[in-house]
């Protein structure tokens, strides 16, 4: 968590918005950072693990996606999407494109996926980290 923590903080802005989907993994990497990181599995900013109703887990490839999506707006116009688990069969850089529903004519967005950095340092299984970059390309 700590080189996670590092990669980021020498890559990216301090405030770019990173959006994680297991609390308990991106804990650790948001206390490195000291500051707050979105947990997609509970669907609210946090810096700490809350072990209750809202937590989630089992999420799908829809929620995790649209989870760093969701950040991205007029301010900041790129979101890190942290995951603990590798990524099997995904390509380094894939879009996704959502459809827009306020009427005829509208253009889908589309969002680019770059895996950034792979971080495996640690011997602890849920330490094994997986950044990628998120951008609204249309």
């Given amino acids: 968590s700590r080189e996670a923590a590092r990669y980021i ?8 918005p990173i ?7 991106g804990s650790a990497v948001a206390a490195y950072l000291d500051r707050p990181m979105y947990y997609i599995c509970r669907r609210e900013m946090g810096t700490f693990i809350l072990w209750d109703k809202k937590h989630r887990v089992g999420l799908s490839g829809d ?3 649209r989870g760093p999506m969701n950040l991205i707006d007029s301010t900041h116009k790129q979101a890190l999407l942290l995951v603990d688990y590798p990524l099997n069969g995904v390509p380094p850089v894939f879009n996704v494109t959502v459809p827009q529903s306020f009427g005829l004519g509208s253009k889908p967005d589309v969002f680019r996926f770059e895996w950034m950095k792979a ?3 640690s011997n602890v299984p849920d330490e094994q980290y997986l950044i990628l970059s ?3 390309v249309q």
């Fill in 19 to 25: 959006a994680c989907d297991i609390d308990y993994a």
């Fill in 9 to 16: 903080s020498q890559h990216f802005d301090r405030d770019i």
């Fill in 134 to 136: 998120v951008t609204k």
């Fill in 119 to 121: 971080i495996s340092a």
């Fill in 63 to 65: 929620e995790l996606l």
